[in-house]
């Protein structure tokens, strides 16, 4: 058995002004006011020992230790460990952290803190003493002070030992090992910044609330009849930044202003009246997003755009460690997410930057090495026909094939080869060859969009399932950009026909200034030229060769980009594999080419898509039968029944153990949670308790729920297996990172590539497959081997 030690190190803080909850962990433990008040240490179940003194009389004392030859446990191991590295040099042999560990056995059930912990498990009461600390260094305790804290923080490493044996017997050792990964990428950090780079970004930021400013500004000057100069910018700044100025400039247009139920807090438990409603998230604030006002939109716009300082903030913290120290640590949940997925944290959001974002050039490999990455190819629709048995279906995918065209081959009974694109569409919604398209990697020309691209829906960035070519149609020019006379186009408020779009000066309007406003903020574009010479082309039309991009996103839709600014777009491939019935799909077809299809053919096309990945159907009435057995505590287990043989399967299904205290079970022995599961009484809807309150279940979210968890699991296998020759340095959803020497670079490439493809014991013959590259900064390009 290794050697187990728990520590715990009590350092000084200012809650008004230096304190975890004010800036990230790196941060505070390299600023100047950083100090180790004191530090307590148990080895196995011997005694709690506590230590206080200098920086170098601690390090001594902390030298009695043999760290490299042990497994250290912490309770936010990642702070711990992060001051045992960078203040006094220490790398124990494995890390491991009963707070990530609580966060994915418990989930929303208790609070991970400490406190919450040991009344859940009944092992004892954390103490207070660390409020009465606040703002003391170590010189300001008295002894009898300093001997009472010592008591409290040995109290925390005895509860934090007690937690570890009670939960240490329920995780694998690939989790542990996930653990150990997660909290080293922040305590032995790989990546340093480029403050150039992000001088660069924030110089973009604040460029773009100054042209979101100055947007206003037009128009407020053109209703009051003087020149946009005569507009005070400061004191518009000021009305989009006041919640009560914002509420009167929005009532000087009629719009009513969107209110919610105040928040109860500490000094008013039960508040009573409303508040304004305009964070992010609240649907009347949102609904002002698509108004019909196109003045209104603007003004949603230039809020969010003045308002949120969340780009600005990130790279400004990015800006300060590299002035400070340098370095990036990088901040992980481990199981941050219902479905064990890693989540960002310590106010450094690495999870959802574009690749092509100043920010990812900012982050770089140290003198003589480069960043090595790999991300998993459509890995969660590979897993959910896996899981789902659907294995002649993920054979036609292994093989290169199109599941869309094999589809319209059986609905129109014509050969594979010979299916058109009317036939592979119901509907069509097409975008000439060279029309700029919005990804994560930046404006692409849409033929080269490829399936690992995520796509800007005008809310956020969405996946979609690949490039349909539709041959040579007739098209018009919408400010430059070429479509289809049908293509739909978002107004803001409704989809309209782009034949009708350019031939009313008011909804082009409408239609370009909501594709601005609905921009994500790292994007940019040339100066739109005026709207008059775009539309001289209105009228002109050419036959072009034009595609479609398939299932973009759950809103289908993607934004391109025309000569006057980007334009949001409908795509119309419907998402039958996630249960789109016949009423549904006809009612689409209609809204999108004009045509009634019918309800005898919707029905028609609805069916035979069921009967051919009808084990997928299948999957979500289990889903419904999994979310039952749970609620009505009952045990049984998920997944495919029977499977058909194939060249790379085999006849074994992948089966999961459903309990009905603790949820899925996974391949990783940890568990797929619905907590607190509740039946409405008169819908009979499922519903489970989340950190935002309650949320829907039923079959078909059951099963993507089971399949982005088991793709999860997916990715934490190889992540261990690459770590253990490349230690892994950052993970962003399917992709992993690491920095290796610049001679070994194409090496670790192949590798990381490798282990990515390689199937997991529990799902023998799983085609997955993954692509790889490599550079001095976080932004290079990803290609197959």
């Known amino acids: 058995m290794p050697t187990i030690i728990v520590v715990d190190i009590e350092t ?84 491991c952290d009963t707070l990530s560990m609580a966060r994915a056995i418990h989930g929303v059930e208790v609070g991970g803190s400490l406190k919450a912990l040991a009344i859940k498990y009944g092992i004892g009461e954390k103490g207070t003493e660390v409020d009465d600390a606040d703002g003391k260094q170590r010189k300001d305790f008295t002894p009898e002070q300093l001997a009472q804290y010592g008591e409290y923080c040995k109290n925390d490493v005895e509860l934090t030992y007690q937690l570890l044996c009670k939960f240490s017997r329920k995780f694998d050792p690939v989790e542990l090992y996930l653990i150990d990964m997660t909290v080293r990428m922040h305590s032995e950090p790989k990546f340093e910044l480029d403050i150039d780079a992000l001088e660069d970004n924030l110089h ?117 460690m590299a002035r400070s120290v340098g370095y990036l640590a990088v901040p992980l949940l481990y199981y941050g997410a219902l479905t064990g997925r890693w989540a960002a944290s310590d106010k450094i959001n690495l999870q959802n930057i574009p690749r092509k974002s100043k920010l990812k050039e900012a982050i770089v490999a140290p003198e003589g090495y480069v960043i090595v990455g790999a991300d998993l190819s459509n890995i969660e629709l590979r897993v959910g026909l896996y899981f789902a ?189 996630y249960g789109t019935g016949p009423a549904k799909l006809r009612n689409a077809i209609k809204t999108m080419s004009g045509k009634d299809i019918g309800a005898e053919e919707a029905q028609r096309i609805v069916t035979l898509y069921r009967e051919e990945y009808s084990k997928v159907a299948a999957a979500w009435g289990k889903g419904n039968d999994v979310i039952d057995w749970m609620w009505s505590l009952s045990d049984e287990t998920f997944g495919a029944r029977g499977t058909q043989k194939s060249k790379h399967f085999g006849t074994d299904p992948l089966l999961l153990d459903v309990h009905n205290l603790y949820g899925i079970k996974l391949p990783s022995g940890m568990y797929l949670p619905y907590p607190d599961l509740q039946k409405a009484a008169k819908t009979n809807e499922m519903s489970y308790a989340t950190r935002n309150g309650r949320s829907r279940i039923y079959g078909a979210k059951c099963f993507q729920n089971t399949v982005q968890a088991l793709a999860r699991c997916v990715m934490g296998e190889a992540m261990v297996r690459i770590h253990k020759r490349y230690p892994v340095a950052l993970t962003i959803h399917d992709a992993c990172y690491c920095v290796v020497p610049e001679g070994e670079a194409e090496e670790a490439r192949r590798f990381i590539i490798n282990e990515l493809r390689k199937e997991p014991a529990w799902a023998p013959g799983i085609p997955l497959d993954a692509e790889g590259g490599y550079g001095k900064n976080l932004s290079f390009k990803m290609t197959k081997l």
């Not at 009246?273 to 196109?294: I, S, V």
């Not at 569409?425 to 994560?440: E, N, R, S």
């Open 204 to 320: 973009t930021v604040k460029t773009e609330k100054e042209r979101l400013l100055a947007e206003v500004a037009v128009w407020l000057a053109e209703e009051r009849g003087v020149l946009p100069k005569d507009i005070d910018r400061e004191i518009l700044k000021k009305d989009l930044q006041s919640n009560p100025r914002f509420a009167k400039l929005l009532e000087s247009y009629g719009v009513e202003v969107p209110m919610k139920p105040k928040k109860p807090t500490k000094k008013t438990p039960d508040p009573t009246g409303k508040t304004y409603a305009f964070a992010l998230t609240d649907e009347g604030f949102k609904a002002l997003e698509g108004h019909e006002d196109l003045r209104i939109q603007t003004l949603y716009a230039a809020r969010v755009g003045i308002k949120s300082t969340l780009e600005e903030r990130r790279t400004e913290r990015f800006i300060d």
């Open 389 to 577: 048995g659907q294995k002649e279906k993920l054979q036609l995918l292994a093989d290169g094939m199109d599941l869309y065209k094999d589809f319209a081959s059986s609905a129109f009974d014509v050969p594979y080869d010979e299916v058109d694109d009317e036939q592979r569409f119901i509907g069509k919604t097409c975008v000439a060859h060279g029309t700029p398209v919005l990804c994560d990697s930046g404006w692409k020309p849409i033929q080269k969009v490829t399936i690992n691209d995520k796509l800007w829906d005008g809310e956020e960035w969405v996946c979609h399932q690949g490039l349909q070519s539709n041959g040579y149609k007739e098209t018009l020019s919408l400010c430059g950009s070429w479509l289809t006379p049908d293509h739909l186009v978002w107004s803001g408020t409704q989809w309209l026909e782009s034949q009708s779009v350019v031939s009313d000066s008011y909804i082009l309007s409408q239609v370009l200034g909501t594709g601005a406003a609905n921009l994500p903020l790292q994007a940019t574009y040339p100066d739109p030229i005026m709207l008059e010479t775009s539309a001289l082309l209105a009228n002109c039309r050419k036959k072009y060769l034009v595609y479609d991009l398939l299932s973009a996103g759950p809103r289908h839709r993607f934004t391109i980009l025309t000569d006057a600014g980007p334009v949001i777009v409908h795509n119309c491939q419907l998402s039958l594999i």
């Open 12 to 95: 000084f803080y200012r809650k008004r002004d230096y304190s975890l909850s004010k800036i990230p962990t790196q941060v505070y433990i390299e600023d100047s006011r950083f100090e180790v008040i004191g530090v307590a240490v148990k080895v196995n179940n011997g005694p709690t020992e506590w230590f206080s003194g200098s920086k170098e009389q601690t390090k001594q004392w902390l030298g009695r230790y043999d760290w490299d030859k042990s497994v250290v446990c912490a309770h936010n191991a990642l702070f711990d460990m992060s001051i045992l590295n960078i203040v006094f040099g220490i790398r124990p042999k494995r890390i």
